[in-house]
């Protein structure tokens, strides 16, 4: 069982007040605690796919200029055997996933909110495109 968001937050807040205590007495905080956290992702973000470098930022540029395009192509590169964070989902379903984001962008775009959403969808097509090539080439992520 994964820890939770809320289980993470109380584990970073506990070390703070285990090190702001611990500054107060003059001591140093190096105690060893190490927290870590993990992103919970809903299944939109999931099924955002991991793609080439170029084609992530090809899609960003699509998605700033047409909100939604990017995020149309981003689906068809699911169906060209792109990876995505929902293996258990057959590959039809993750493709529809990325159609209803992509509508959802296109509809909303008039009032802004698409057009954001689209935008930040871009980057976190081109983010996942670095963090693969860190992944394919043994290099410790740092973002």
């Given at each position: 069982?994964?820890?939770?968001?809320k289980d993470a937050e109380t584990v970073a807040a506990a070390a703070a007040v285990a090190?702001?205590?611990?500054?107060?007495?003059?001591?140093?905080?190096?105690?060893?605690?190490?927290?870590?956290?993990?992103?919970?992702?809903?299944?939109?973000?999931?099924?955002?796919?991991?793609?080439?470098?170029?084609?992530?930022?090809?899609?960003?540029?699509?998605?700033?200029?047409?909100?939604?395009?990017?995020?149309?192509?981003?689906?068809?590169?699911?169906?060209?055997?792109?990876r995505t964070d929902l293996p258990d989902r057959h590959v039809c379903c993750v493709f529809w996933l990325?159609?209803?984001?992509?509508?959802?962008?296109?509809?909303?775009?008039?009032?802004?909110?698409?057009?954001?959403?689209?935008?930040?969808?871009?980057?976190?097509?081109?983010?996942?495109?670095?963090?693969?090539?860190?992944?394919?080439?043994?290099?410790?992520?740092?973002?």
């Amino acid at each position: 069982m994964e820890p939770s968001h809320k289980d993470a937050e109380t584990v970073a807040a506990a070390a703070a007040v285990a090190a702001a205590a611990a500054a107060d007495r003059g001591t140093s905080s190096s105690s060893g605690v190490v927290v870590q956290v993990r992103e919970k992702k809903g299944p939109l973000r999931a099924a955002i796919p991991y793609m080439p470098f170029p084609v992530a930022v090809i899609c960003l540029f699509l998605n700033t200029f047409v909100p939604g395009l990017g995020t149309l192509v981003s689906a068809f590169t699911v169906l060209c055997g792109a990876r995505t964070d929902l293996p258990d989902r057959h590959v039809c379903c993750v493709f529809w996933l990325n159609i209803a984001a992509a509508l959802i962008q296109m509809l909303t775009a008039i009032v802004m909110v698409g057009w954001i959403m689209s935008i930040f969808w871009g980057m976190d097509m081109v983010i996942l495109a670095i963090s693969q090539g860190y992944k394919e080439q043994g290099i410790p992520q740092q973002l």
